[in-house]
């Protein structure tokens, strides 16, 4: 939660500002709202502190997603590599955009592997959606390689990983685009909200202009601008726009305070035998949201988890405590099931879900415990939190 921990004046402010002049929306209307450009005011800071060249807001992480893919020209019977751990919003991004999802492996970075994402691909990959999950990168090293070799458009779903780098550069700028959630629950928060990331100028005018009905922005005369392509509304209010602004201002703080409060339940967890780590390829590039550990069997995973909750301490293990974020929980995208027809309906789905064979994933998640890090945490609360943690643990190891 530690976007959220950290509201204060500076948040109310801006929004009252926003208020004050009574322009809620992003475009327009320049005399009225005095100079005021929330939104571009928090995409100035994004691209600031991501180093992208092009920043746009969008209205969730979700619509973010379906941004970067469709600025990234994916779209229709385009066949597309996904990862099965995710929040399943990447998913339903790719399916919504007309195109198929092609699941691969995960590892112990949690993300795709490289010997994954091999053992799909054919010529009729377009792309790869990859997730940095839980708040660090995935193995750019050993990916960017196939990316380049097979001709691949890489879209990076940065959903849960603003703050987290890859030696110096963000994720989300390795691909053609990429994207982050300012949702409730993230490192930096508007409430609700998303941004798309880019270095590639033909890409950013289309993430600007297909979250906006294909308006191009050019001009004072909003509604007489010529289009160029087609969208619909993603566009994010000046309200939320005013919050994310601040957020991103607070961002390296936040990062350092998880930093350390990770530090201080990792070497408690580090002493402790048969437990193991998420492998992250970059640690020093970890936004640090997440301390995620493995458990030596499922079996015993389960139990430590039956143990936390009756102690309480929160935490996730992705097989069974949560149906959102991993494929043995989604039946209703396995059977297809949506309101109308999609492009998978048409072109018909380029692997059988129902039978996919991820015994990796299915071993690295039923293992895997995820515990969220606090930022304003009080140095009491986080102390008896990692001793409590510990004599969980201890009981179900005994
Ligand atoms: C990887 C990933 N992608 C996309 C999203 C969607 O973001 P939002 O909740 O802002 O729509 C999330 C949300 O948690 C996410 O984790």
Do not use: L, P, R
């Given at each position: 939660m530690a976007g959220a921990e950290f509201f204060g004046a500076e948040e109310r402010k801006e929004v009252n500002e926003v208020l004050d002049t009574g322009i809620l929306f992003r475009y327009g209307f320049d005399e009225a709202r005095k100079g005021m450009f929330k939104a571009k005011e928090l995409e100035a800071e994004a691209e600031k502190f991501t180093g992208a060249k092009f920043a746009h807001a969008v209205s969730s992480g979700s619509t973010a997603v379906t941004t970067s893919l469709a600025a990234a020209g994916i779209g229709l019977g385009d066949e597309v590599i996904v990862t099965p751990f995710t929040f399943v919003a990447t998913i339903e991004a790719v399916m919504l955009i007309g195109a198929l999802p092609v699941f691969a492996e995960i590892d112990e970075t949690l993300c795709l592997s490289s010997e994954g994402i091999k053992a799909v691909l054919t010529p009729k990959t377009k792309g790869i959606c990859l997730v940095h999950m839980c708040g660090a990168a995935a193995d750019m090293d050993a990916i960017m390689p196939l990316v380049k070799e097979h001709n691949l458009t890489l879209v990076e779903d940065a959903g849960q990983a603003l703050g987290a780098f890859h030696k110096g550069t963000s994720v989300g700028l390795f691909g053609k685009t990429g994207c982050f959630s300012f949702d409730f629950f993230k490192i930096t928060t508007a409430g609700e909200g998303g941004l798309c990331i880019t270095n590639d100028e033909t890409a950013y005018n289309h993430m600007a202009e297909y979250s906006d009905h294909g308006h191009t922005h050019q001009g004072s005369n909003r509604g007489m601008e010529p289009h160029h392509i087609m969208g619909t509304n993603f566009r994010l209010s000046e309200t939320n726009a005013a919050i994310g602004k601040v957020q991103m201002q607070r961002i390296e703080t936040i990062r350092t305070h998880n930093k350390k409060h990770k530090a201080i339940l990792k070497s408690a967890l580090a002493q402790m035998e048969g437990i193991t780590f998420r492998h992250m390829p970059d640690p020093e590039g970890d936004s640090a949201t997440f301390l995620n550990f493995f458990m030596p069997t499922a079996e015993l995973s389960q139990k430590v988890m039956a143990q936390f909750a009756e102690d309480g301490i929160a935490g996730f293990n992705?097989?069974?405590?949560?149906?959102?974020?991993?494929?043995?929980?989604?039946d209703h995208i396995k059977e297809l099931k949506s309101p109308n027809k999609l492009g998978i309906h048409h072109f018909g789905a380029p692997q059988d879900y129902k039978a996919l064979k991820l015994p990796k994933s299915n071993e690295v998640v039923g293992r895997l415990i995820s515990l969220g890090v606090k930022a304003n945490w009080p140095a009491e609360e986080l102390e008896a939190f990692k001793n409590q943690m510990v004599a969980s643990i201890k009981k179900v190891l005994a």
């Open positions: 992705y097989w069974y405590t949560n149906m959102y974020h991993f494929i043995n929980q989604w």
